[in-house]
């Protein structure tokens, strides 16, 4: 039982993928004093001595405790701090070396190392709304719609529940008064209560700035489901308009922005880092690469080592320093192992997928997570765990690891094709077909079964819906 927050923080660590591994070491050299960083260009130290000898005052196995968070341990180095003074720490068993003159410190730089967070939506449109004349009661109403607009930039919230949410509820003049106000913030089409305004919001900005956009506004105004559902010949005879003309004033209306308040927020695009780089050398043999210089180089503090078997050193520090020592030694074993059980995996991978890297998706094949597991050695849960949320660098490009895992069919002539390969193939034959006479379900059921794929009508509607491929009707252009 005492082995199992260890055992939980080697699983938690294998499932991390690089840049949250990176966030997870910065946390631990921040919590952990012992464990520091290596310098770069030097070899990793020789494997620690053990420090499991007895105590004579007394050792104890170290326990975790959920409920006060081991502060036992730190009030014991903090009476030895007070007994020997602040400046034996400093001198003897400093917890990171003082940078000489120029230098950075890198563990500071390591747990340090992350963006600030920028204004959300609602802190930007108040910023704004600070700056609007109006009378009081608008301008509480006001602050209350802005505190109910969600990250895309919608009014999703009824004015009845608005007004059930102050004990002097706003009358509906004064909310429709408000939001009128609001609507006029950055960014355009802000504040609107459904796609259709917020469309509006921003072809009405145009508008006054001497655009004609009369047919845009009309078609989103009335015709914004015929538009949907591509009934444009419908569309052509209730407006009197052109196909042409109207397929013009669509594409104008697709360069509106349906989410504002996407433009605006927290919201960061994340950077994708692989964990493991796939290629294939002139020969044709596979090369599997990890990117160590991602992944920070740890140690364990070679002062506070000695004051661990250090006979003088305080028995509660000595307690305290050892209870550290062992939990940066399951740390960095738990990295070792991270890394270890990847290439492995990523081995056992791309020696079955080979074919993947040099002709692309459409070679791959089915692929059981069991499998994997079998050849490496361990269980399926640690091969899901090692290829969760990380990425792999290939001749094609970066791709999930968990993408090169699936089930799939066998073709006429007896081989085997994974089900993104299907799909693969699937969106090809939709990409190549004539967009005024866009092939139906039955019809792409009927070129995969002239490539040797032969799957039913469900399934093909399944995958293009997975792929947020319209019918059709919808794929049509007239």
């Known amino acids: 039982m005492k082995l199992a927050p260890r055992i939980i923080q080697a699983m938690e660590i294998l499932q991390l993928p690089i840049m949250a591994l990176q966030e997870r070491i910065a946390a631990e050299l921040e919590s952990n004093p012992v464990l520091e960083l290596n310098d770069p260009g030097v070899d990793e130290e020789a494997p620690p001595a053990k420090i499991d000898e007895p105590d004579p005052r007394g050792e104890h196995d170290m326990v975790v405790d959920a409920e006060n968070g081991n502060s036992e341990d730190f009030q014991r180095l903090a009476e030895f701090e007070e007994e020997f003074g602040p400046e034996f720490v400093r001198s003897d068993a400093p917890a990171r070396p003082k940078p000489e003159p120029g230098e ?3 563990k500071l730089d390591a747990m340090a190392n992350a963006p ?3 204004a959300s939506l609602n802190e930007y449109l108040l910023d704004q709304w600070r700056f609007v004349e109006t009378d009081e009661q608008i301008r509480e109403a006001g602050e209350l719609i802005i505190n109910s607009i969600d990250s895309d930039g919608y009014l999703r919230t009824s004015f009845e529940e608005l007004q059930l949410q102050t004990p002097q509820p706003f009358a509906a003049e004064v909310l429709a008064e408000a939001i009128k106000l609001v609507q006029g913030l950055e960014p355009v ?16 900005v145009e508008q006054q700035a001497g655009g004609d956009v009369s047919l845009e506004i009309e078609l989103v105004d009335q015709f914004l489901r015929d538009i949907e559902m591509n009934r444009l010949p419908q569309i052509a005879r209730k407006t009197g308009k052109t196909i042409e003309a109207i397929n013009q004033a669509i594409e104008n209306i697709s360069h509106l922005n349906p989410r504002p308040g996407s433009l605006i927020g927290e919201a960061i695009v994340p950077v994708i880092m692989p964990d493991v780089v796939v290629d294939l050398d002139d020969d044709g043999d596979l090369l599997i690469a990890m990117p160590d210089g991602n992944s920070p180089r740890l140690h364990i503090s ?4 000695r004051m661990a078997k250090n006979k003088r050193t305080d028995r509660g520090a000595k307690k305290f320093i050892r209870d550290n020592i062992r939990s940066a030694e399951w740390v960095i074993s738990a990295v070792q192992q991270r890394k270890d059980t990847l290439r492995r995996v990523a081995e056992e991978v791309f020696h079955a997928q080979r074919e993947f890297l040099t002709s692309g998706a459409e070679a791959l094949k089915p692929l059981p997570m ?14 899901s765990r090692a290829v969760a949320g990380k990425h792999a660098q290939t001749p094609n490009g970066i791709f999930p690891l968990r993408m090169f895992f699936s089930g799939g069919t066998r073709t006429d002539q007896g081989k085997d094709v994974s089900w993104d390969a299907v799909k693969a193939k699937l969106k090809e034959i939709i990409d190549g077909e004539d967009k005024s006479t866009p092939l139906n379900d039955d019809q792409l059921v009927a070129e995969l079964r002239e490539r040797g794929i032969d799957i039913a009508r469900r399934t093909v509607a399944k995958y293009r819906k997975i792929m947020d491929i319209p019918p059709a009707r919808k ?3 007239y």
């Open 370 to 383: 069991a499998d994997i597991a079998q050849k490496v050695g361990v269980h399926v849960a640690t091969v």
């Open 104 to 106: 950075r410190d890198r």
């Open 302 to 305: 070679k002062s506070y080592r």
């Open 475 to 477: 794929r049509r252009r």
């Open 189 to 204: 089409g802000v504040g609107a209560r459904d796609l259709r305004e917020c469309l509006l919001l921003q072809l009405l």
């Open 116 to 118: 600030a967070h920028g």
